[in-house]
């Protein structure tokens, strides 16, 4: 009975370990569908953001950095692209981030979003604008 206890608990402690590794398998640096910026994805208080770390052409044509200038918000169109945080408040359910969001800087709009990993190197990245949807593949950066 012991032993069969023992197991059991062996067993529990490595299933519970493989899912935090699995739900935690998105943490880290992706190269976005059109190759021109790397998002750092990154776990707090449970939930899943993602920041832009580095974009191919960071700065504009005459020299000054990219800045968020499509953003609605107008307060916020001097910021930055270059650390700005893109995706927001993802839960980890059934093998899927979930329920969080994506902002786009290119055109200032943030869609509902979900994640979810094809294989090791592949994050796809779908946001909804109602029934309408854009799947989008990242991969691992190296």
């Known amino acids: 009975m012991k032993k069969l206890m023992v ?3 062996t067993m529990s402690v490595a299933l519970s370990t493989k899912a ?5 398998a998105a943490v880290g640096g992706w190269i976005n569908g059109d190759g021109d910026a790397k998002v750092e994805i990154y ?3 449970n939930k899943y953001y993602g920041k832009i770390t580095w974009l191919r052409d960071p700065n504009e044509e005459n020299g000054t ?4 200038d ?3 918000d107008e307060t916020k169109r001097a910021q930055s692209i270059l ?3 893109i995706l927001q408040g993802f839960n980890f359910e059934e093998g899927f981030w979930k329920n969080g969001t994506i902002y786009d800087p290119k055109n200032g709009k ?4 979900e994640m979810w990993l094809d294989g090791k190197t592949e994050l796809k990245i779908r946001g909804y604008w109602g029934i309408v949807y854009r799947t989008e593949t990242w991969t691992k950066a190296k």
């Open 43 to 45: 776990k707090k208080d």
């Open 7 to 9: 197991l059991l608990f």
């Open 110 to 113: 943030t869609y509902k979003c």
């Open 65 to 68: 950095p990219k800045i968020d």
């Open 70 to 72: 499509e953003n609605p």
């Open 83 to 85: 650390g700005l945080v």
């Open 20 to 24: 935090q590794t699995w739900q935690d």
